[in-house]
Protein backbone atom coordinates (compact mmCIF):
# COMPACT_ATOMS: atom_id res chain seq x y z
CA UNK A 1 0.00 0.00 0.00
CA UNK A 2 1.00 3.45 -1.20
CA UNK A 3 0.68 6.71 0.10
CA UNK A 4 -0.22 8.20 -3.43
CA UNK A 5 -2.35 5.66 -4.12
CA UNK A 6 -4.51 6.03 -0.93
CA UNK A 7 -4.75 9.54 -1.70
CA UNK A 8 -5.65 8.54 -5.32
CA UNK A 9 -8.63 6.87 -3.46
CA UNK A 10 -9.63 9.83 -1.83
CA UNK A 11 -9.77 12.27 -3.89
CA UNK A 12 -11.22 9.54 -6.29
CA UNK A 13 -14.02 8.88 -3.78
CA UNK A 14 -14.68 12.78 -2.76
CA UNK A 15 -15.03 14.02 -7.06
CA UNK A 16 -17.39 10.41 -7.21
CA UNK A 17 -19.27 11.49 -4.59
CA UNK A 18 -19.90 15.17 -6.39
CA UNK A 19 -20.51 13.31 -9.71
CA UNK A 20 -23.45 11.39 -8.04
CA UNK A 21 -24.82 14.80 -6.54
CA UNK A 22 -24.74 16.71 -9.56
CA UNK A 23 -26.58 13.53 -11.31
CA UNK A 24 -29.05 13.20 -9.29
CA UNK A 25 -29.82 16.96 -9.34
CA UNK A 26 -30.15 16.72 -12.82
CA UNK A 27 -32.54 14.20 -12.22
CA UNK A 28 -34.60 16.18 -9.68
CA UNK A 29 -34.50 19.13 -12.41
CA UNK A 30 -35.08 16.97 -15.52
CA UNK A 31 -37.78 14.39 -14.39
CA UNK A 32 -38.98 16.38 -12.08
CA UNK A 33 -39.19 14.03 -8.97
CA UNK A 34 -38.55 14.45 -5.47
CA UNK A 35 -36.39 13.24 -3.16
CA UNK A 36 -37.70 9.75 -2.19
CA UNK A 37 -35.90 9.02 0.98
CA UNK A 38 -33.65 11.54 3.20
CA UNK A 39 -31.67 11.10 5.48
CA UNK A 40 -31.38 13.60 9.15
CA UNK A 41 -28.20 13.40 11.00
CA UNK A 42 -27.85 15.16 14.17
CA UNK A 43 -24.55 16.68 15.04
CA UNK A 44 -23.96 18.15 17.96
CA UNK A 45 -21.88 21.39 18.12
CA UNK A 46 -19.00 23.41 19.82
CA UNK A 47 -21.21 24.29 22.65
CA UNK A 48 -23.58 21.72 22.82
CA UNK A 49 -25.98 23.01 20.45
CA UNK A 50 -27.61 20.42 18.43
CA UNK A 51 -28.12 20.76 14.94
CA UNK A 52 -29.42 18.33 12.67
CA UNK A 53 -28.62 17.97 8.59
CA UNK A 54 -31.30 16.57 6.27
CA UNK A 55 -30.56 15.30 2.98
CA UNK A 56 -29.96 12.54 1.16
CA UNK A 57 -27.09 9.52 1.39
CA UNK A 58 -25.14 11.46 -0.86
CA UNK A 59 -25.65 14.86 0.73
CA UNK A 60 -24.81 13.06 3.96
CA UNK A 61 -21.44 11.59 2.36
CA UNK A 62 -20.66 15.45 1.28
CA UNK A 63 -20.83 16.75 4.92
CA UNK A 64 -18.09 14.73 5.85
CA UNK A 65 -15.09 15.77 7.41
CA UNK A 66 -13.04 14.08 4.85
CA UNK A 67 -14.71 16.16 2.04
CA UNK A 68 -14.82 18.73 3.93
CA UNK A 69 -11.02 19.06 4.47
CA UNK A 70 -10.74 17.98 0.68
CA UNK A 71 -13.02 21.08 -0.58
CA UNK A 72 -11.04 23.55 2.08
CA UNK A 73 -7.41 22.93 0.76
CA UNK A 74 -8.87 22.74 -2.94
CA UNK A 75 -9.66 26.55 -1.99
CA UNK A 76 -6.92 27.28 -0.37
CA UNK A 77 -5.01 26.76 -2.72
CA UNK A 78 -7.24 28.51 -5.38
CA UNK A 79 -6.95 31.43 -3.01
CA UNK A 80 -2.89 31.73 -3.17
CA UNK A 81 -3.33 31.29 -7.09
CA UNK A 82 -5.46 33.95 -7.51
CA UNK A 83 -3.70 36.45 -5.39
CA UNK A 84 -4.54 39.93 -5.44
CA UNK A 85 -3.16 41.20 -2.04
CA UNK A 86 -0.92 39.48 1.13
CA UNK A 87 -3.86 38.72 2.97
CA UNK A 88 -4.74 36.65 0.16
CA UNK A 89 -1.79 34.47 0.52
CA UNK A 90 -1.70 34.04 4.53
CA UNK A 91 -5.41 33.46 4.50
CA UNK A 92 -5.27 30.65 1.74
CA UNK A 93 -2.00 29.14 3.66
CA UNK A 94 -4.40 29.09 6.54
CA UNK A 95 -7.32 27.49 4.90
CA UNK A 96 -4.90 25.00 3.30
CA UNK A 97 -3.53 24.40 6.66
CA UNK A 98 -7.10 23.84 8.00
CA UNK A 99 -8.41 21.84 5.39
CA UNK A 100 -5.06 19.75 5.69
CA UNK A 101 -5.90 18.82 9.42
CA UNK A 102 -9.45 18.40 8.93
CA UNK A 103 -8.31 15.66 6.17
CA UNK A 104 -5.96 13.95 8.42
CA UNK A 105 -9.21 14.05 11.05
CA UNK A 106 -11.79 12.82 8.66
CA UNK A 107 -9.54 9.90 7.14
CA UNK A 108 -9.39 8.26 10.81
CA UNK A 109 -12.83 9.08 11.56
CA UNK A 110 -13.81 7.80 7.84
CA UNK A 111 -14.63 3.96 8.77
CA UNK A 112 -16.55 5.42 11.86
CA UNK A 113 -18.67 8.57 9.35
CA UNK A 114 -19.05 5.91 6.37
CA UNK A 115 -20.87 2.82 8.51
CA UNK A 116 -22.79 4.93 10.59
CA UNK A 117 -24.44 7.20 7.16
CA UNK A 118 -24.68 3.96 5.57
CA UNK A 119 -26.88 1.72 8.09
CA UNK A 120 -28.37 5.10 9.36
CA UNK A 121 -29.79 5.42 5.73
CA UNK A 122 -30.62 1.48 5.45
CA UNK A 123 -31.45 0.71 9.07
CA UNK A 124 -31.84 3.20 11.87
CA UNK A 125 -29.80 5.79 13.59
CA UNK A 126 -28.67 3.65 16.73
CA UNK A 127 -27.43 0.63 14.42
CA UNK A 128 -25.66 3.32 12.79
CA UNK A 129 -23.45 4.64 15.78
CA UNK A 130 -22.83 1.09 17.01
CA UNK A 131 -21.71 -0.28 13.57
CA UNK A 132 -19.40 2.86 12.67
CA UNK A 133 -17.91 2.43 16.29
CA UNK A 134 -17.52 -1.44 15.19
CA UNK A 135 -16.17 -0.58 12.15
CA UNK A 136 -13.52 1.27 13.43
CA UNK A 137 -12.34 -0.48 15.90
CA UNK A 138 -12.30 -3.19 13.50
CA UNK A 139 -10.51 -1.27 10.33
CA UNK A 140 -7.60 -0.33 13.17
CA UNK A 141 -7.59 -3.78 14.93
CA UNK A 142 -7.29 -5.06 11.80
CA UNK A 143 -4.76 -3.13 10.57
CA UNK A 144 -2.16 -3.60 13.95
CA UNK A 145 -3.16 -7.18 13.19
CA UNK A 146 -1.97 -7.29 9.48
CA UNK A 147 1.38 -5.15 10.11
CA UNK A 148 2.39 -7.85 12.99
CA UNK A 149 1.46 -10.81 10.75
CA UNK A 150 3.56 -8.95 7.63
CA UNK A 151 6.33 -7.94 10.22
CA UNK A 152 6.49 -4.19 9.07
CA UNK A 153 4.27 -1.28 9.38
CA UNK A 154 1.93 -0.65 6.43
CA UNK B 1 -49.43 -25.51 3.27
CA UNK B 2 -45.65 -25.66 3.36
CA UNK B 3 -43.47 -25.16 0.41
CA UNK B 4 -40.65 -23.30 -0.99
CA UNK B 5 -42.27 -19.76 -1.70
CA UNK B 6 -43.67 -17.93 2.08
CA UNK B 7 -46.30 -14.88 1.89
CA UNK B 8 -46.49 -15.05 -1.87
CA UNK B 9 -48.92 -12.59 -2.80
CA UNK B 10 -51.70 -13.54 -4.34
CA UNK B 11 -52.65 -11.49 -7.37
CA UNK B 12 -56.34 -10.74 -8.17
CA UNK B 13 -57.87 -9.88 -10.92
CA UNK B 14 -58.49 -6.78 -9.82
CA UNK B 15 -54.79 -6.42 -9.89
CA UNK B 16 -54.26 -7.86 -13.29
CA UNK B 17 -56.70 -5.90 -14.64
CA UNK B 18 -54.75 -2.64 -13.73
CA UNK B 19 -52.08 -3.86 -14.99
CA UNK B 20 -53.60 -4.58 -18.56
CA UNK B 21 -55.27 -1.03 -18.02
CA UNK B 22 -52.30 1.21 -18.94
CA UNK B 23 -53.42 2.37 -22.12
CA UNK B 24 -51.25 1.56 -24.68
CA UNK B 25 -47.94 3.25 -22.58
CA UNK B 26 -45.26 0.84 -22.19
CA UNK B 27 -43.70 2.79 -19.45
CA UNK B 28 -46.94 2.44 -17.36
CA UNK B 29 -47.04 -1.50 -17.81
CA UNK B 30 -43.68 -1.62 -16.77
CA UNK B 31 -44.33 0.73 -13.60
CA UNK B 32 -47.58 -1.06 -13.20
CA UNK B 33 -45.95 -4.62 -13.48
CA UNK B 34 -42.90 -3.68 -10.87
CA UNK B 35 -45.57 -1.90 -7.97
CA UNK B 36 -48.80 -4.26 -8.65
CA UNK B 37 -46.73 -7.80 -8.84
CA UNK B 38 -43.28 -7.44 -7.76
CA UNK B 39 -43.97 -4.73 -4.80
CA UNK B 40 -41.39 -2.16 -6.39
CA UNK B 41 -38.65 -5.13 -6.41
CA UNK B 42 -38.36 -6.04 -9.70
CA UNK B 43 -35.74 -3.85 -11.45
CA UNK B 44 -33.87 -3.21 -8.24
CA UNK B 45 -33.47 -7.06 -8.46
CA UNK B 46 -33.18 -6.72 -12.69
CA UNK B 47 -29.75 -4.38 -12.00
CA UNK B 48 -28.03 -6.39 -9.32
CA UNK B 49 -28.68 -9.81 -11.97
CA UNK B 50 -27.06 -7.12 -14.38
CA UNK B 51 -24.45 -6.27 -12.13
CA UNK B 52 -23.37 -10.01 -11.50
CA UNK B 53 -23.68 -11.01 -15.32
CA UNK B 54 -21.42 -8.20 -15.90
CA UNK B 55 -18.99 -9.53 -13.44
CA UNK B 56 -18.87 -13.44 -14.51
CA UNK B 57 -18.83 -12.21 -18.02
CA UNK B 58 -15.77 -9.84 -17.61
CA UNK B 59 -13.69 -12.39 -15.13
CA UNK B 60 -13.55 -14.46 -18.04
CA UNK B 61 -11.85 -12.12 -19.87
CA UNK B 62 -9.70 -10.68 -17.62
CA UNK B 63 -9.24 -12.21 -14.12
CA UNK B 64 -9.59 -8.89 -11.62
CA UNK B 65 -12.67 -9.46 -9.30
CA UNK B 66 -12.12 -6.21 -7.30
CA UNK B 67 -11.96 -4.24 -10.63
CA UNK B 68 -14.47 -5.93 -12.63
CA UNK B 69 -17.52 -5.66 -10.42
CA UNK B 70 -16.39 -1.62 -10.03
CA UNK B 71 -16.70 -1.57 -13.70
CA UNK B 72 -20.24 -3.59 -13.46
CA UNK B 73 -21.06 -0.93 -10.74
CA UNK B 74 -20.42 1.72 -12.47
CA UNK B 75 -22.33 0.81 -15.79
CA UNK B 76 -25.45 -0.20 -13.33
CA UNK B 77 -25.11 3.19 -11.68
CA UNK B 78 -25.25 5.17 -14.73
CA UNK B 79 -28.07 2.73 -15.85
CA UNK B 80 -30.09 3.06 -11.62
CA UNK B 81 -30.02 6.65 -12.40
CA UNK B 82 -31.79 6.48 -15.82
CA UNK B 83 -34.09 4.00 -14.33
CA UNK B 84 -35.24 6.08 -11.19
CA UNK B 85 -36.26 8.97 -13.61
CA UNK B 86 -39.16 7.03 -15.34
CA UNK B 87 -42.23 7.60 -12.62
CA UNK B 88 -46.02 8.39 -12.91
CA UNK B 89 -48.77 9.35 -10.71
CA UNK B 90 -51.46 6.86 -9.39
CA UNK B 91 -53.82 8.71 -7.57
CA UNK B 92 -51.78 11.43 -6.35
CA UNK B 93 -48.87 9.10 -5.47
CA UNK B 94 -45.96 9.06 -7.50
CA UNK B 95 -44.69 5.55 -8.47
CA UNK B 96 -41.49 4.57 -10.53
CA UNK B 97 -39.37 1.91 -11.37
CA UNK B 98 -36.45 2.08 -8.54
CA UNK B 99 -37.09 3.68 -5.48
CA UNK B 100 -34.36 6.63 -3.81
CA UNK B 101 -33.15 3.90 -1.66
CA UNK B 102 -32.79 0.98 -4.53
CA UNK B 103 -30.96 3.64 -6.28
CA UNK B 104 -28.51 4.80 -3.80
CA UNK B 105 -26.58 1.31 -3.35
CA UNK B 106 -25.44 1.16 -6.65
CA UNK B 107 -23.43 4.52 -6.32
CA UNK B 108 -22.57 3.57 -2.66
CA UNK B 109 -21.43 0.40 -3.11
CA UNK B 110 -19.45 1.06 -6.25
CA UNK B 111 -17.78 4.38 -4.59
CA UNK B 112 -16.68 1.81 -1.77
CA UNK B 113 -15.47 -0.80 -4.15
CA UNK B 114 -13.42 1.55 -6.02
CA UNK B 115 -11.71 3.68 -2.51
CA UNK B 116 -10.36 -0.38 -2.06
CA UNK B 117 -9.39 -0.84 -5.58
CA UNK B 118 -7.58 3.01 -5.84
CA UNK B 119 -6.13 3.06 -2.10
CA UNK B 120 -4.79 -1.17 -1.79
CA UNK B 121 -2.96 -0.52 -4.85
CA UNK B 122 0.80 -2.42 -5.25
CA UNK B 123 2.66 -0.45 -8.03
Known sequence: ?154 | MPGLVHNATNVTLQQLMSVGNSSGNMAEFFISVNNTIFNGYLWFILLWLIWVIMVIVSQKVKDQPLNNAMYGGATVTVLSFFIRGVTMLVNGVRQGLLSDHQMWIFPVLTMLIALIVYATKDN
Open chain 1, 1 to 154: MKLSHLTAGFILFAVLTGLMMQSYRGLEDNYDINKGAVLTLDVTGLNNESTSSTGNIMEQFERMQLMKGIDEVYNGFFEVVQLSSFFDLVGGLLMATIGTLRTILGVIFLPFELVKIILSYYVGEIPGVLGGLAAMIAVYAGFIFLSIKVGRDL
